[in-house]
DNA sequence: CAGTGGTCTAGACCACAAC
DNA sequence: TTGTGGTCTAGACCACTGA
């Protein structure tokens, strides 16, 4: 066993025995340098692959602090888009009638649109579109995700309480909507990538744990091209899709009894 | 700009511009050492971050050799499982009509069952069970998915054949519903993780690139119990699934003409 | 201002796997 | 046998940031 193994081994045991309980730190890395005669380099090998597993995070100035492993939410996946009371769509992976609460206060800038909004939307790469940023968990848990929302400078332009702080009953895409942009459609795109740093420290998980990308794009009726799209970071270990599969009328089932073994 | 990052920006404009082409190695570490004057740790950062994006991947003996990106594939999801002209359930993955190949040679072992698929058949850890393994690709494409086949012990004994070489026509799926689990129905459970080293030396992608996990656990039946499970993992940067959304009836929509402003 | 993160040097040894 | 991967020592300096 390696040494720096032994180091993660002995550290991972107290953490899952409880003697070190989420929110507090473990020892630091002079201490630990010490305890095992080991280099720097050794040490932060050890507590690099506790980060990778989640169990703990960096903190500047307080230390590596064990993180709240709130456990795996299993998002049902259906084909729907379900909008709460107010018109707002429902996170994917909220139960019906489940509180949720922000983290932080919601953002409302016009920023330069990275790639993946620019070629969801359509829009050259490097111009500035509006973005709504929030960070949301069921009530009590640590974040959960991290949710985007761009909105097509030419929709803004159409609608322009959309960039309003208050948009209004039934939110921004009734605004969308009304604005003659009615009915939307959406498509949902499904990645797996690393989180950028500043996605990693909203969401208080590491940057070398994989995030799940969930992005939603709704298309004008009218125009038939992207109006809004929705991109939606969730931590790797917090997020299991569930999905009940029905069987297609070509996969044929033959029972025994029916027994005539057509070819 | 960082020493690493200036050798990472240098080799990987010169991949992209096409001096190195896929198969190709680019400089071994020393040679790089001595071209930026640098130590052999800050080499091997600025490789480990083209290998973690992807465009390289080091080789025993051969090298850093230069990957194959083959580009995303967008896996349309449905709810259903569909079933080829053999009765074997289709990669997700696959298009109608399209040729798939075998990289390697598809294995049938029987192994200690991890903690992933033992927790999908309900059974012990550490247990033994039958698995079918393959790695498959779109005809002339490198490596895009592994597939683990896991059969539940019972299962295997109603139905001796799945153990076979030859599960006979429709495949093992046939064998376990004649067996008396039919018409089995299935469940799909998605996540995002790091890959095993093995998983990403079959997949030819480094282990710091992250996987989608696709698990389909087919149920019996008669006992209402897991009798099959199927892992499908897929490198991150090859996948993307893409599922169209219906609006659900609760998600009004008001266009302006209809103006009553209901509550 | 302490304790991380990140970068960097200049060495070392062993394992592994493919050519 | 060669060129990686991986591990390790023993130093160094700077940046960041939250208590």
């Known amino acids: 066993m390696r040494r720096y193994e032994r180091i993660a081994r002995d550290l991972r045991d107290a953490i899952n025995r409880g003697d070190y309980r989420p929110g507090d730190t473990i020892p630091h890395e002079p201490e630990l340098m010490e305890r095992y005669g080991a280099s720097r380099h050794a040490v932060r090998t050890a507590v690099a692959a506790l980060t990778r597993e989640g169990l703990v995070i960096p903190v500047r100035r ?3 602090v064990v993180r709240d492993r709130a456990g795996r939410r299993r998002v049902r996946r259906g084909l729907l888009v379900r909008r709460d009371h107010r018109g707002y769509v ?30 969801l939307l359509g829009l050259e790469e490097g111009a500035t579109a509006l973005r709504r940023r929030r960070v949301t968990s069921p009530e009590g848990e640590p974040p ?17 309480q959309v960039a309003e702080r208050d948009t209004g009953p039934g939110g921004y895409l009734d605004r969308l909507e009304e604005a003659g942009h009615g009915p939307l459609s959406w498509a949902e795109y499904i990645r797996v990538r690393m989180p950028a740093p500043d996605e990693a420290r ?8 994989p995030v799940m990308e969930i992005a939603r794009v709704g298309t004008s009726a009218r125009t038939n091209a992207p109006v809004e799209a929705t991109i939606c970071i969730i931590p ?17 089932w033959r029972d025994r009894s029916a027994h005539h073994d057509g070819s």
Chains 1, 2 share one sequence.
């Open 62 to 64: 307080r230390g590596t």
């Open 236 to 252: 790797g270990d917090r997020v299991e899709l569930v999905t009940q599969l029905r069987r297609a009328p070509s996969a044929r």
């Open 202 to 209: 909203l969401l208080g998980m590491p940057t070398s744990m």
């Open 144 to 160: 959960f995700q991290l949710v985007d929302t761009w909105i097509h400078p030419d929709a803004v332009a159409d609608a322009p």
């Open 90 to 119: 429902m996170p994917a992976a909220a139960r019906e009638g489940e509180p949720w609460q922000v983290h932080g206060r919601p953002r409302r800038d016009t920023v330069p649109i990275p790639a993946r909004a620019a070629e």
